[in-house]
């Protein structure tokens, strides 16, 4: 499973974009890229998942370079609400029953 | 939307003590899963099932745990003999139905007290 590195920690105010970068050197082909969002006391919940170039949901974009060795997750105008860890995690697709590997994550913060 | 329940939200037992944990997993899902996490860490992979059997399990996952379908609808995990660092919030999650895109469902996670 590729390793993935990411910030430990953003701070950010309402309003503003956010962006997270991860590193995935070691991706293989195919391998996706998936975030994650954890509140405190919940579990992850899924964002956005994608193979290359960019990927928008209603709640965040995914942008990969043509090398995939990077991926960003961009918040667009962040409210208190988003406070949260974001994990980066890099998979295959389906993979059966193949697991997901959390790291430390992205704890990020928004303030008023 | 379906979503992945578990039970019991917040269990408290001492060291010792058989603990048995309850999930039902969307319903046409097909993988199965437990992660832990310790308060103030990440969240750590336990286990994951499918077909009726365990298909990998971490170095955490040791004989104190295991993990059973018993009725096609719920999905446990039971810790044998609780210790204190067993401690932690439980998630249950699942994936894998026909349309299979790889998204991981968590529970809203039973969190364990040893005391």
């Known amino acids: 499973l590729a390793k993935t590195t990411q910030p430990i920690s953003m701070d950010s105010y309402e309003g503003q974009e956010v962006n997270i970068t991860c590193s995935h050197n070691?991706?293989?082909?195919?391998?996706?890229i998936t975030w994650y969002q954890q509140f405190p006391s919940q579990g992850p919940r899924f964002i956005i998942q994608?193979?290359?170039t960019k990927v928008t949901n209603e709640v965040a974009s995914l942008f990969i370079p043509a090398d995939r060795k990077s991926s960003t997750l961009s918040l667009p105008r962040v409210s208190l609400s988003d406070t949260a860890v974001y994990y980066c995690?890099?998979?295959?697709?389906?993979?059966?029953?193949?697991?997901?590997?959390f790291g430390a994550g992205t704890r990020l913060a928004v303030h008023p | 939307e379906p979503e992945v329940t578990q039970t019991p939200s917040h269990q408290v037992t001492q060291m010792g003590q058989e603990v048995i944990l309850r999930c039902v997993p969307i319903?046409?899902?097909?993988?199965f899963y437990w992660y832990r996490q310790i308060l103030g860490q990440k969240v750590e992979f336990l286990v994951s099932f499918y077909n009726n059997e365990i298909s990998e399990k971490s170095e955490i996952f040791d004989d104190q745990f295991s993990v059973e379908r018993p009725d096609g609808s719920n999905f446990t995990l039971k810790i044998r003999s609780t210790k204190l660092e067993d401690s932690a919030m439980y998630f249950c999650?699942?994936?894998?139905?026909?349309?299979?895109?790889?998204?991981?469902?968590f529970g809203e996670g039973s969190r364990l007290t040893v005391l």
């Open positions: 999650a699942s994936k894998g139905g026909m349309a299979n895109t790889g998204e991981l469902f």
């Open positions: 995690l890099v998979g295959p697709l389906s993979g059966g029953y193949n697991k997901l590997i």
């Open positions: 070691n991706i293989a082909t195919n391998d996706y």
């Open positions: 994608g193979y290359k």
């Open positions: 319903s046409n899902h097909l993988y």
